[in-house]
Each structure stands twice: as C-alpha cells, then as structure tokens.
T-cell receptor, first 113, second 109 residues
C-alpha cells in the first residue's frame, strides 16, 4: 500500500514569490495535516483538512493557505515568501475525522533565496 | 491547555546501554498517544499508538508504555542505527494533535 507522497522534494524560490506544495494521502484517508519544521526545531502545526473542509489552523499568517481536493489530495500555498519560511514542510494523513494515527510523507524542503 | 513535554532533550548512549525516553502529557481526554522516529531531513516514521493506561507495545529493541500522565519509550541494547530524534504526540477528545519537541538520541559504537 502506497504511503503519503509529497511533491516536489525540494523547492527553491526567490523572496516575495509564491510556493505551492502538494500532498497525496494514503488511500482511504480523508484527513490531511500540514506542518512546518524549521532546521533543528520541532513540528509547528499549520493546517488540518478533512472531507474537503478546513478544520483547524495553527498560528501562522494568512499568506499560508491551502485547500483539499475531492480526491482528498491537498496543496499548501505560501505567498510573499520570506527568508524565515525556509523549512521542511511535512504532510500527514489520517483516517476520516482525524481520529487516529497520523502517517507522514517524506516532506518538501523549501528554500527561500 | 493541552501540552506534551519530552525529556531529556538529548541523550547519548553507548551501544548496548539501555535507557528510557519520557513523554509527559496534559490533555483534555486522551484518545491516543503516538511515538515516531525522525531521521534528519526526513518525515517522521510511525512507531506505536497507545490508547489506554497500562497498554504496552514492542517492536525490536523498542518498548512503549503508557500511564495516565506519561509514556516511556524504553530502548534495550541500542545500536548506532537507533540514533534519531524520537517524537511523542497526543490526540485529544476534540481530535487535535499535540507534538512534543522530541528527544535526540545518539548511540555511539
């Protein structure tokens, strides 16, 4: 069974531009979570989507946004990139309603130049 | 407020030297406690889910236990390949996850 997949694996963008990161959950999972992990730091919760709806949001500015598609895949958009947005962005998926274990993808390494 | 605290922040062991990692939690209704292993630059790898106090789970050299206030990840006779950051997380009754900041384990040969 395929795990959580993320693309691209690496992304380099100039400051001020927009970045789009993508995530495909495990088959049968409807909940998708996004986390930011800056170098050497812990996981910071960004967004939670379930059944196409945004269920919860972490303490990040509005330029961090996303959506979930009818097939439950998700994308994270980061607008007006700042240098401190450079981090590993992790996606995780879980069973409907987010009531059980989260399984993580390999991450996208975003570097803002 | 719900929170998870892991200790120690870092742990250095000699190969074969057994030890335990601690995860203390305060949560409004525990639905599950999760342990993950994370290698540098990679996504966390799922290890265990524990649902109720008294539950124990084992996998190779790792054993996770759960009480009403904390969980332990016991590492028996560790090898250098066990070196990683170990993360603990809890899921509360409102379906919200809280992650600890992790314990960075270094096992020297």
């Amino acid at each position: 069974e395929a795990g959580v997949t993320q693309s691209p694996t690496h992304l380099n963008k100039p400051r001020g531009q927009q970045a789009t990161l993508r995530c495909s959950p495990i088959s049968g999972h409807t909940s998708v979570y996004w986390y930011q992990q800056a170098l050497g730091l812990g996981l910071q919760f960004l967004l939670w989507y379930d059944e196409g709806e945004e269920r919860n949001r972490g303490n990040f500015p509005p330029r961090f946004s996303g959506r979930q598609f009818p097939n439950y895949s998700s994308e994270l958009n980061v607008n007006a990139l700042e240098l401190e947005d450079s981090a590993l962005y992790l996606c995780a998926s879980s069973s409907p309603g987010g009531r059980d274990t989260q399984y993580f993808g390999p991450g996208t390494r975003l570097t803002v130049l | 407020e719900d929170q998870v605290t892991q200790s120690p922040e870092a742990l250095r062991l000699q190969e074969g030297e057994s030890s335990s990692l601690n995860c203390s939690y305060t949560v409004s209704g525990l639905r599950g406690l999760f342990w993950y292993r994370q290698d540098p630059g990679k996504g966390p790898e799922f290890l265990f889910t524990l649902y109720s106090a008294g539950e124990e789970k084992e996998k190779e050299r790792l054993k996770a236990t759960l009480t009403k206030k904390e969980s332990f990840l016991h590492i028996t006779a560790p090898k250098p390949e066990d070196s990683a950051t170990y993360l603990c997380a809890v899921l509360n009754n409102f379906n919200k996850f809280y992650f600890g900041s992790g314990t960075k384990l270094n096992v020297k040969p």
